[in-house]
T-cell receptor, first 113, second 114 residues
Framework: AQSVTQPDIHITVSEGASLELRCNYS??????LFWYVQSPGQGLQLLLK??????LVQGIKGFEAEFKRSQSSFNLRKPSVHWSDAAEYFC???????????FGAGTQVVVTP | EAGVTQFPSHSVIEKGQTVTLRCDPI?????LYWYRRVMGKEIKFLLH????????ESGMPNNRFLAERTGGTYSTLKVQPAELEDSGVYFC????????????FGSGTRLTVV
């Protein structure tokens, strides 16, 4: 069965520190994976996506993610967080060719001064 | 380019009442999706329109939910009668080509049923 797991519900990080958000997936074929961010009062914004090719994907706002097939993971990273990165982050898996997404439960990121 | 617009942004209704949520996709986007996030759980797929046709409505919870997309433009999602468990945030997204997977999401409608 297909699934997306974000093990961390809540993460607190200091401004300027590095951030890594975990995402594990289960899927029978080559996965198409996404990371979205939702800031308060905003819609979901696409940070980056992986379809194939280079396993290190660069996204917007200084984020990157690495696809590791052997670990069924697609972790999101940022070297130095800014206060504006405080938001909820969602990992998602494409589950059919028509664009249906399956989301993880989300990780809430709090940035402290 | 205008984004995906959803309204109302918030709605509080009593159990048993009817509520209609509206989504205006980006102009020219044939694909329109509805998702829902209930009580801090995962965001879950409800249905997908291609133009005015329902391509996939496998995520619709029950027959109290009715979605329409008039003329392939805006879409409405009606809940009748609303139940407490329908509370949550309803998101709409649109894309030009399904294979592009370049969705734009709206800000969502927060529905509270009391």
């Amino acid at each position: 069965a297909q699934s997306v797991t974000q093990p961390d519900i809540h993460i607190t990080v200091s401004e300027g520190a590095s951030l890594e958000l975990r995402c594990n997936y289960s899927y029978g074929a080559t996965p198409y994976l996404f990371w979205y961010v939702q800031s308060p009062g905003q819609g979901l914004q696409l940070l980056l996506k992986y379809f194939s090719g280079d396993t290190l994907v660069q996204g917007i706002k200084g984020f990157e993610a690495e696809f590791k097939r052997s670990q069924s993971s697609f972790n999101l990273r940022k070297p130095s967080v800014h206060w504006s990165d405080a938001a909820e982050y969602f990992c998602a898996l494409l589950t059919d060719s028509w664009g249906k997404l399956q989301f993880g439960a989300g990780t809430q990121v709090v940035v402290t001064p | 380019e205008a984004g995906v617009t959803q309204f109302p942004s918030h709605s509080v209704i009593e159990k048993g009442q009817t509520v209609t949520l509206r989504c205006d996709p980006i102009s020219g986007h044939d694909n329109l999706y509805w998702y829902r996030r209930v009580m801090g759980k995962e965001i879950k797929f409800l249905l997908h329109f291609v133009k005015e046709s329902k391509q996939d409505e496998s995520g619709m919870p029950n027959n109290r939910f009715l979605a329409e997309r008039t003329g392939g433009t805006y879409s409405t999602l009606k809940v009748q009668p609303a139940e407490l468990e329908d509370s949550g945030v309803y998101f709409c997204a649109s894309s030009q080509e399904a294979e592009d997977y370049g969705y734009t999401f709206g800000s969502g409608t927060r529905l509270t049923v009391v």
